[in-house]
């Protein structure tokens, strides 16, 4: 029986067959998919061919030099993200660090036996994002470059490294110790402002708990006993990603950032009461809108808010009540400066906010104003 074949080379009848055997950089720097042809007198040895292949570039046996950015996105796609313990959120972190910095860098297009440690330092010195943002990308590349040589594909060139220096520029982390803080005034003027709205409790308990607008997002009423909250939950965002790439988003309930996130704050009689009629509101909008929860803070359809729509509904009601358009985590900021300049302890203070570091707490939200640091440097006795 004659094979049946599809093509003719040189006067020879082929079967040929386009199969998909990885990725590959294109002229624009950018991954996309890479097909080969493969040939035989029939479909099947054509296909095992294709096969025979797939199976050496498995076991490296390839004279096809491995890029740094195809074997980047293919480590995140099916070792990071599937295996490494951390959390979603850091994952997300790390990865969109790497994605957003070096992955369309001329580095990713460098094959991985060509790269020194140089070459990696300079293109770090090249970075312009911030502090947290280089250690993110600094740690994926040395989880990446660790399996690289656990695998001995390349050795390790992280070892060399030194990160550069970025000097903070961000608003609310000033060099002189300061801190951005809701004034009294404008905390009067969101909670009063806020009356009747459906966000009102959250700002109510922001400012009165210093929660993480996550860990806030996770309260269910079965967290709140005996007048004491307690928290052990955030809502956590987290990016989902194809080939190194985003693909989309997903909101999911995650344990607390750390161990000593989890805490238990006391509430006031005044916090509880807002709660009370907040559950009221709560159960009548349920019974018309047909949903049911146990979660404090939901949409109208009952489902986990997104926190950056949050955002833009927290922003829409300042300008409305006159009051600067303010990260929430300056509830937070404003909870732990308040509590230092009324006398509490600084471990208290810790335990309330759940810092692991006390260092921390001390560092970024103990805000010493400049009119308390002329009262005390007036009461000097040794001024002239």
Request: proline share 2%; net charge positive.
């Amino acid at each position: 029986m004659a094979n049946k074949t599809n093509c003719t080379i040189n006067g020879k009848d082929y079967y040929r067959i386009r199969r998909k055997v990885g990725k590959k950089i294109n002229s624009k720097g950018v991954w996309v998919d890479d097909y080969k042809l493969f040939y035989g007198k029939n479909k099947s040895e054509a296909e095992a061919k294709f096969a025979a292949f797939m199976d050496n570039l498995n076991k490296g046996i390839t004279n096809k030099p491995l890029h740094f950015g195809q074997m980047m996105d293919t480590f995140i796609t099916e070792v990071f993200l599937k295996d490494s313990p951390y959390s979603d959120s850091t994952k997300t972190r790390y990865v969109n660090a790497y994605n957003n910095n070096l992955r369309e860098s001329s580095l990713a297009g460098l094959a991985l036996s060509n790269i020194k440690s140089i070459d990696l330092q300079a293109a770090y010195n090249a970075l312009t994002c911030g502090a947290s943002t280089v250690r993110s990308l600094h740690n994926l590349v040395t989880h990446f470059y660790r399996y690289l040589e656990n695998e001995n594909i390349c050795r390790d060139i992280t070892k060399n490294i030194v990160l550069p220096k970025v000097e903070k520029t961000k608003g609310n982390a000033v060099s002189d110790g300061n801190v951005e803080t809701w004034t009294a005034e404008e905390v009067k003027t969101i909670l009063t402002g806020s009356e009747g709205h459906r966000l009102h409790l959250l700002f109510v308990l922001a400012i009165n708990t210093g929660c993480r607008i996550g860990e806030l997002l996770a309260l269910r009423y079965d967290d709140i006993e005996n007048g004491v909250l307690r928290v052990n939950k955030q809502v956590v965002i987290s990016d989902e990603f194809i080939d190194g790439r985003k693909s989309g988003q997903k909101i999911q309930i995650n344990p607390t950032k750390t161990k000593s996130s989890i805490r238990s704050i006391p509430l006031s009689n005044a916090v509880l009461t807002a709660v009370e009629k907040h559950a009221a509101w709560q159960q009548v909008e349920m019974l018309r809108n047909g949903y049911r929860t146990n979660h404090l803070f939901t949409t109208q359809t009952g489902n986990l808010y997104d926190k950056h729509s949050l955002r833009t509904a927290c922003n829409r009601l300042y300008k409305r009540l006159g009051v600067p358009c303010r990260s929430f985590h300056v509830y937070r900021h404003t909870f732990g400066t308040t509590l230092a300049k009324n006398g509490v302890p600084i471990q208290t203070v810790a335990a309330l906010m759940g810092h692991a570091d006390i260092n921390v707490t001390r560092e970024y939200y103990i805000n010493i104003d400049t009119d308390d640091k002329t009262a005390a440097i007036s009461k000097l006795v040794f001024n002239p």
